[in-house]
């Protein structure tokens, strides 16, 4: 009789506890270690090729369009352009502050701004490169769509970046997701420059013999007479090339969306949210802006940031005018993307062998000697490549590094504030803020310190003026910023002892909440 009570209490229990939710069954142990497939990082990663494809195209090209293809007024064509990047950099915490308190649905949180907004987003981006047959209006034509654009493609990047904490809870498995990523994102990069340089490549305007011995009126008829002679037959086909890029990019990004969407599956839990209840954005953004080890590693980032956006932005000008290649600066370019491709699984092992503040150290200053040495010799054109490799290994781990650390910060601010959940997307708005920031102000003193030194538009050569200043940009004040970075940097606190340090608190945390999850799942089925 009482054994027949026992198993009778047994079946019972276990009807009981098969009666009960899935939640509040008990969970099984999990494996310390939870690690992605390759598949599912390759998916990831590859969702980081449309932001740089598409933004690489821009960068290059947008301006030449708008002044040869559209033929806007230089003074329109830089209000399109500053209003743009203004704009694109507002949207960061405004998608971010969006997303904070957007609820769980069955896609995620995140996913379904990553779906949505990628079909308003392809179209809007062709539209850019469509020339709208209007007298009156163009100006406002570009500078809607083009603010549309940067908008929909923050909805997708925001959240692609925040995504990063909701695919593991391991920081190893993260730091290799990540390292994916930005092997895809800088293939995204060299993408978008073959593609757009490829396709119109026809739209290149001849320049115009020594301009600074021609006065104002003889310059600027010059200037009609090329586009008289050059464009009154070709026009309408290199407009045409633009829309075919524009398509192929499109296509890409779409592609690239399908992929992510269908391939990466966003893990609540690895963010430990337990509550679907809209998070305070104000009082979350106060916290992120008062963790002093996310402004410190912002800071740093964002002088060394400004570096290479500055080189990035001259090197062409002054491998055409200082250095004389005007027929090798695309294959330069190339190089330098190559290298950075190349590199970015190097610095991945070299971060976990030796410490992301060290792979720091090493890998954005290695590109000091180089910046000093192209500006020192005299122009040659091996010298130029070898610069080019070099400077393309220290862009690689430019693009790994933020990536790959701000994962640590975030763990480093749940441990502090564990009461506080939801607030990923603000780390990741805020550092892409910051990054857009810096792109627009390089753009600026680009701009006005060529136009201070007497750069002629569509000139075969320059004053000396404008090869000292070229020089200034792609060398001087580059090597500056990134020293005053890696000295801001010493100021990180986060090294290799506190990362293992922070992860063996998180993983105590979440085993005593496993714990406290069995225990409270076997007294309800005690109960029932």
Not at 27 to 35: K, L, T, V
Not at 58 to 71: E, P
Not at 317 to 343: D, K, P
Request: proline share 4%; net charge neutral; hydrophobic share 45%.
């Amino acid at each position: 009789m009482a054994g027949g009570g026992g198993a009778e209490r047994v079946r019972v229990g276990a009807a009981a506890a098969g009666l009960l939710p899935p939640s509040c069954r008990q969970p099984r142990r999990r494996e310390s270690r939870e690690r992605l497939s390759v598949c599912s990082k390759l998916c990831y990663a590859v969702g980081g090729a449309p932001y740089q494809t598409t933004g690489c195209a821009l960068g290059f090209f947008l301006q030449i369009y708008l002044l040869d293809v559209a033929q806007l007024d230089p003074f329109y064509a830089s209000i399109i352009l500053f209003v743009g990047r203004a704009w694109d950099a507002i949207t960061d915490p405004m998608v971010g502050f969006f997303i904070s308190k957007t609820p769980w649905t069955r896609f995620g949180r995140l996913m379904p701004w990553i779906i949505f907004s990628t079909p308003f987003a392809v179209i809007s981006y062709f539209l850019i490169w469509f020339v709208p047959d209007i007298s009156r209006g163009q100006v406002m034509w570009y500078l809607i769509f083009y603010c549309i654009f940067q908008t929909l493609v923050t909805c997708f990047h925001v959240p692609y970046s925040a995504l990063t904490m909701f695919i593991s809870r391991e920081q190893s498995e993260r730091d290799s997701a990540t390292a994916y990523r930005m092997t895809v994102e800088v293939l995204g990069t060299v993408l978008g420059t073959a593609i757009q340089g490829q396709i119109v490549g026809k739209a290149v305007t001849p320049c115009i013999e020594n301009p600074p011995f021609l006065s104002e009126n003889n310059f600027s008829a010059a200037i009609r007479n090329v586009n008289m002679t050059h464009y009154s037959g070709s026009l309408a086909d290199t407009r045409n090339a633009y829309m075919v890029a524009a398509g192929v990019i499109g296509g890409l990004y779409i592609l690239c969306a399908v992929i992510l969407s269908v391939g990466v599956r966003e893990k609540r839990e690895s963010s430990e949210l337990q509550s679907d209840e809209p998070v305070s954005f104000f009082r979350g953004l106060k916290l992120v802006m008062n963790h002093g080890a996310y402004i410190k590693l912002i800071t740093g980032f964002l002088f060394t940031s400004l570096a290479f956006m500055l080189l990035e932005g001259n090197f062409a000008l002054f491998c055409t005018y200082t250095l004389g290649f005007r027929n090798e600066f695309q294959n330069i370019l190339l190089a330098i993307m190559l290298s950075a491709t190349l590199t970015i699984p190097f610095w991945q092992w070299f971060l976990t062998r030796f410490g992301k503040k060290t792979a720091v150290y090493v890998g954005i200053s290695s590109a000091v000697p180089f910046l000093i040495t192209v500006v020192v010799l005299d122009s040659n054109l091996v010298v130029t490549y070898i610069v080019a490799v070099a400077a393309g290994i220290s862009v690689a781990a430019a693009f790994l590094l933020p990536w790959s650390m701000l994962p640590d910060v975030i763990d480093d601010f749940k441990l502090q504030h564990p009461e506080s959940r939801g607030h990923e997307a603000i780390f990741f708005s805020f550092y892409v803020f910051f990054t857009k920031f810096t792109s627009g102000v390089s753009l600026g003193i680009s701009t006005l310190s060529l136009d201070f030194a007497g750069y002629q538009t569509r000139g075969c050569s320059q004053p000396s003026e404008v090869n000292i200043t070229l020089k200034l940009l792609v060398s001087a004040v580059p090597v500056g910023l990134i020293l005053l970075g890696l000295l801001l940097f010493k100021l990180y606190p986060i090294d290799e002892e506190k990362r293992r340090e922070n992860k063996k608190a998180l993983q105590d945390l979440r085993e005593e909440s496993n714990s406290s999850s069995e225990s409270d799942s076997t007294e309800l089925a005690n109960i029932v």
